[in-house]
Structure formats: structure tokens, C-alpha cells
């Protein structure tokens, strides 16, 4: 009687925990509609994009909407930008951060604690502030609808020196003390021992750069107005600009503009949930 | 709290005393320390530091971008907050951006974060679906929410037929527009946060939850007593740093309606950006950016005030 009601419990809480899984994948799906909509308007014909009741596919499949929207405007050039941007701003935030947060964390100098508190105080001021003095001095110099613009003026924001900093400080001082017995320069000690030690905080501040500048809208916007120095966001920006209406094609446009982001998230899915799990930043 | 992350500094061995103004160490200190922050500080003064001072100074004249900078004393900044209609509007419209979507956001951020925390399997499938949004242009993800709030084939106003609930013009109401620039945002934007609160929920020691059961909680008491409390730290960033980005919203409102219609969603950044790019007002551009500024730091200090209150720290 009593293996029974343990068997009836049993497979009661399997049932519940079944339908609990059941309805988690529901709201999952549910939740990738709007994505799974666009690529079902992608392939449609023009004329049926919108319809009573919805469909999933149309009449026909048109493949060559999307070759029609590649052809309108230069999106493998958009992919460009946005990836020589995205990469060189990644790689510039990582080194120089890295190698100021050093000097916050370890080196004792005259003024460091003021100096630090400045780039602390400068976090809580929106970019915003500074777009229209910046705008103003890419103009001066002649860097309207360049790549430095793009990537200069990002790359040197108080965030990742924190965050490097912050994290230098939880090594232990034991390590660098056993370099500095053994005759180790100050860089190397940056460069053998710490460096290594901090490749969750590195690799965090590396995918969130890169993410950061791959979605950037309003910046590019300000300072970029050729057609060919445009990156992605901007790109389908002005897709929408001019053939806003045809929805089929605006979908492809998104879509390919959509399609690289999963591929990136699909390589780094892992240490991106890990990386806010673990220092509870990312830049927003 | 900024003394505190300062002096959590690393070496404790303190200088003794010196031969002259400065001995030997600290000229190498010095020096070792300027190589490592130089390329991070050059880039950091030229791009942050001075163009924040010049755009303090700037907004105090008046510049149309072609010919010179006329002074105005506090002009600028008389105008927006007391005799500009459409900047005390655009406030309300991000004011109330800011309250309905940072709610929206935590909740279901906390909802889907206490429901992947249940032992299931494949959790962090789930986990990587719902963050999906953040890892794509803002811009990309708005055309497609655009075309679904279309009125009459549009796929939310199909939805709600469903349930007989009339025609919706959404983008195009200014009742709805902005209501809808909410729920698209939450759509993207609730990952993030999700994402915090599991590894929040997750560092909480099973002990807690033993010990409470034996005493007799139930799961909805277990919640409020137990989880919540022990998350207030999480929830009080992911709220603060919420808000904050949410006040700089510009993406979807530039691109899903342009502001319209009736300017019920021109949010401050795009109040910003018309004015400094479309009108080249840069005098009056930089104080908007000042007041944005104001705001953030307004509601962030309320935020600190109040984390005494209801943030429980062990």
C-alpha cells in the first residue's frame, strides 16, 4: 500500500514537472515570435507580407528577396565597418584599460586616489554629454566619415579601467611579490602573472566591447554620412529610409543584419551569461 | 561608497620617510605608473575629460555651428526647463518610459530568474533564448516590433482580435505609442537582467531554504522572507543601472516613430539629438544633455538614499 502512494506521488511529480517544461518551452517560443516573424515575412511575396488570417509561409518561397535586398544597399560593406570597429575598439579597451587598471591597482604614486575618483565621477556623466563637444572636434580635425571616429573616441571610457581594476585588486599579492624577487620588471609582472590570472574579467570586457559596438546607433549616426563607411545599425537605418514600406524586403535587411549577431552569440553564449554572472557589469 | 572602492587599494606597504621631496622610489613609481596609464589617459582626456568641460562651457552660448558662439549666461537652460513646451513634454514622455518600462523589466526579468532556478533540465538553453535580444542591434529588433504594432494585419493587433479587442493604431495613437515603445523594450531588453538575477538566486545557500522548511514555510513565504531580502542587492543595481540607461533611450524612439505621433514619444536623447543635429543648436543640445545628466544623478542619489531602507546587506 505504501510503495503505492510513493509510485502515485512519483509519477504525479514527474507529470507536474513535465507540464512545467512543456510551458517553459511554450513561453520560449512565444518569445522568439517577433524573430521567427521576420524571417517568415522575409520570404514572402511582396503582396502578402500582410494578409487575414497570418501565415507562416506564403504562396511562394521567394529566396531572392534576399538577394534583392543585399543588391539595394552595400551590406557586406556595412559588415565590414561594424566588424573593423567592433574588433579594433575591443582590442584597444582591453589593452589600455588593462594596462591603467595595473597602475591603479598595484603602483603606488603620487595622486593616484584623486586621479582614480576623476575616472570613477566621469562614469556617472552619459555619453551624451560628450557627443556634441566630440562631433565638434571630429569636424576640426577632419575625421568626419572616418574609422577613427568611429573608433577613437569609444575606446578610452572609464568602465573597463574599473573593471580591471577591481578585479586586479582580488589577486593575491603573493604572486607578483615571488616575480618581483625573481627580478621581474613592473610590466612583466603585468604582463606574465596578472594578465593571465584575469582572463574572466579580460574576456567579460572583451565580448561586452565588442557587443557594446556592434549595436552602437547614435554615435555612428552623428559622425558617419557615406553610404560606404556606414556600419550595420546604420545601414538598416537607411534601408528602412528608403524602402520602408516594402516589409518583405525591410525583413530581409534585418535579417541580415540580425543573422551575424546569432552567429556571435552562438561562439560566445557561454562566457557572456558567465561573464555578468560573475562581475555583475557589463557595460549598458 | 567611492572612499571605500579607493582605498581597497593594493600594496600596503607605505613609503617611509625621505631624502628629499621625492626619493627614489617614488620617481620610479611615478614614472613606471605614467608608462602604464598614458595610452588609456591620453585617449581618456581628450575623448571624456575635456569634451565634458567644453560641453559644460558650451552650454552656456549660443552656437549655430556655422559662425561663432554667442554667450547667453543661463539662457539655455532658463528656456528648457521654464518656457520650452515640448522639452517639459518630452520629460513626462521619458519620465513615464523610464517608470512603466524599468517595472516591466524587473518583473519579468524576476519571474523568468525564479522559474529557470527550479531544477530543471536544459536550463541554459532558456537562459541564452531570452538574452538573445542583447546581443542585436536595437535598431534591427525595432522594424520588426514596428511592423508587427501596424494596424489592422499588424501580428499584435491579430492577436488581440482574438480576444475582441478592438483595433489598436498603436504607433499611431498617441494614447498607445508610447505603451508600445515600452513593450518592445521590455522584450529586449528583461535578459539582462534575468541573467543577474539567477546568478543572484543561485549564490543563495541552500541552508536557508533547508532551515526554512523545516520550520513549516511554504514556497510563497520562502520567497518573500528568504529569496527577496537576499537579492536586494541584485535588484537594487539591476533597478539603478536600468533606470539609468533607460533615461538615454534613443534607438527605438528614433526609429519606430521619430517622436510622433504628437510627440508623445520623443524621449530626451532624441529631444537632444533634433536639436543639436537637425536644428545644429549646440549650445541649447549641450544644456539638454546637462539636464539629462541632472536627472540621472537626481534619481540615482534618491537611489542610494533609499538602499538603507530596503536593501539588506549581510
Redesign the interface.
Known sequence: MEEKIKRENYVRSRFFKSLEYVLLVFTSCVFLIPIVWMFSTSLKPNNETMSIPPKLIGSTIEWGNYAKAWNFLPFGVFMKNSFIVAVTVTVLVVITSSLAAYAFARIQFKGRDTLFLMYLGTLMIPQQVTMIPLFIIMKKLGWVDTYQALILPVSFTAFGTFLMRQFFLTIPQELEEAGRIDGCSPFGLYARIIMPMSKPALSTLAIFSFIGQWRNFLWPLIVINKTDMKTLPLGIRMFQGQYGTEWNLLMCATAIVIIPSILIFIILQKYLVEGISLTGMGGR | M?EN???????AA??NKKTGYWNKR?KT??I???L??L??????L???????I??FI?SFFDWE?VGDPVFAGLKNYYNLLFSDRLFLKVILNTLYYVGSYVTLNVIIAMSLAL??T?N??GV?V???????P????????A???K??Y?P??G?IN?FLGLFGVPDINWLFDPRFAMLGIVITSG?MGFG?NM??F??GI?GIPQSMFEAAWIDGANKWQCFWRITLPLLSP?VF?AVV??I??S??V??QT??MTGGSPANSTNTI?LY??QN??QFFK?GY??AI??V??AF??VV?MIQMKLQKDWVYYE
Not at chain 2, 126 to 132: A, D, E, T, Y
Open positions: 567611492a572602492i579607493v582605498n581597497s587599494t593594493g600594496l607605505k613609503n617614488e613609481n611615478l613606471t605608473a605614467i602604464f596609464l595610452p588609456n589617459i591620453i585617449g581618456f581628450a575623448f571624456t575629460l575635456i569634451p565634458v567644453v560641453s558650451i555651428l522559474w529557470l527550479r530543471l533540465k541554459l532558456f537562459r541564452s533564448v531570452f538574452f538573445l542583447q546581443v542585436m542591434p536595437i535598431v534591427a529588433l522594424l520588426i516590433w511592423m508587427m501596424l489592422k494585419y501580428l491579430l522584450w539582462y541573467v543577474i539567477i546568478a543561485k541584485s543595481y543601472m536600468t539609468i540607461s533615461f538615454q534613443f534607438d528614433m526609429v536623447v537632444l539629438y543639436g543635429f549646440m543640445a549641450s544633455a546637462w539629462l545628466f540621472i544623478f540615482t
